[in-house]
């Protein structure tokens, strides 16, 4: 009779673990079904809140001007005000002085890429030469790059049109994001002190230890990513000019944009200036290569951790997944949330870790 029992408890976990194995591939079918539709979804989502997000990256920078506006004038409404309006003032002013240049030479460029295409494309031939021993359609030569790139691209033959789409999509967030940035400033203050004496209140002290090292670590970010693009514009236009090197407004934009994007970013932003160069002469390509390392090493190492903390404690393989599930489903805004949302996640596992065992 015992050992009946026993021989009924083994069926029974037997049939238990078959039964879990069963549902478990179930609901990795359904997830795999139900995937398009989540994607879409998120992406839905992700449009719905864009304006908030940007409006409250923004409140983040202004911040610390408002505490130090209120200073002199005792009243919060009043002082956002005045540093909303100077600092749209500074950014009208910024491209009153830029646009003119930069279209200049985004003008000058065009004019002159069939000539840049040409030598790019005798060069490329050239270093082609060098690998006479692979068969012709393996060679990377100008002609097999090509198709490679339009087999890869073919999607975006209407890019012009898809850009001019987007801006249309997007034009109200300049009506949008001014707005919903002053009202964060306004109550910023007042949301945060009143979340804070509220958690205090209902003695939920790890949530609210969360939610503050949550809202240090974004704050430290964007608010250093934006100073650190800024000091990336200055200094690579200084030295490009310093190098005679054309365009030099327009290739240190890129490298400041690109600067955002966490480990891949410094290199794709340094290929356009680099390949251009290359163009011009080998030793103007080093010295705008040398130069450009030179800065994204000051950058890294000194500019970066004095401004603040911009970069993600992760690991390099986890960072660039997170890059690259982002990219995919977000396009450019994915690279550029991608590290955001990963020091949200890691934060998060930090004080809600499902797989971490409670002591008693």
């Known amino acids: ?64 001007v408002v505490a130090f506006t209120m200073r002199f004038v005792k009243r919060r409404g009043i002082a956002v005000l005045l540093v909303v309006t ?17 279209v200049r030479e985004v003008r000058v460029l065009l004019s002159r890429l069939p000539e840049i295409l040409k030598e790019i494309e ?12 692979l068969p012709v359609d393996w060679r990377p030569t100008f002609q097999n790059i090509n198709l490679f790139l339009e087999e890869r691209l073919k999607n975006f033959t209407n890019l012009p049109n898809l850009i001019l789409d987007k801006f249309i999509a997007y034009s109200g967030l300049i009506v949008v994001i ?39 670590t974004l704050a430290s970010y964007v608010r250093g990513a934006f100073l650190v693009m800024v000091i990336l514009i200055i200094v690579c236009t200084l030295i490009f000019m310093f190098l005679n090197l054309d365009f030099a407004l327009f290739f240190a934009i890129i490298i400041a944009v690109t600067n955002v994007i966490p480990y891949l970013g410094p290199y794709l932003g340094a290929v356009f200036p680099v390949l251009y160069a290359l163009i011009i002469s080998p030793s103007k390509a080093l010295a705008v290569g040398l130069a450009i390392f030179l800065v994204q090493q000051v950058e890294s190492n000194f500019l970066s951790p004095y401004i603040s903390s911009k970069r ?33 996640l890691r934060i998060t596992l930090k004080y809600y870790n499902p797989f971490r065992k409670k002591t008693v």
Request: charge should be positive; proline fraction near 4%; hydrophobic fraction near 60%.
């Open 122 to 133: 005798e060069m490329i031939d050239r270093f082609a030469e060098r690998f006479d021993f």
């Open 178 to 216: 001014p707005m919903t940035t002053i009202y964060f400033l306004i109550d910023y203050e007042r949301i945060l002190c009143g979340f804070r004496n509220y958690l205090v209140a209902k003695n939920k002290l790890h949530l609210k230890n969360y939610l503050g090292e949550l809202h240090q």
């Open 312 to 344: 993600i404690k992760v690991h390099p393989l986890i960072g660039i997944f997170f890059l690259l599930l982002f990219g995919n489903l977000f396009g450019l805004l994915g690279l550029l949330f991608a590290t955001p949302t990963l020091a949200i």
């Open 86 to 102: 100077a600092f749209l003032g500074l950014i009208a002013l910024m491209v009153y002085l830029i646009t003119p240049h930069l």
């Open 1 to 64: 009779m015992i050992l009946l029992k026993k021989g009924e408890t083994m069926i029974n976990e037997s049939i238990k673990k078959l039964i879990f194995i069963l549902l478990l591939i179930l609901l990795l079918y359904l997830t795999y079904l139900a995937l398009p539709f989540a994607i879409l979804l998120l992406k839905f989502i992700f449009k719905l809140i864009l304006p908030f997000i940007f409006s409250f990256g923004v409140a983040f920078i202004l911040q610390p």
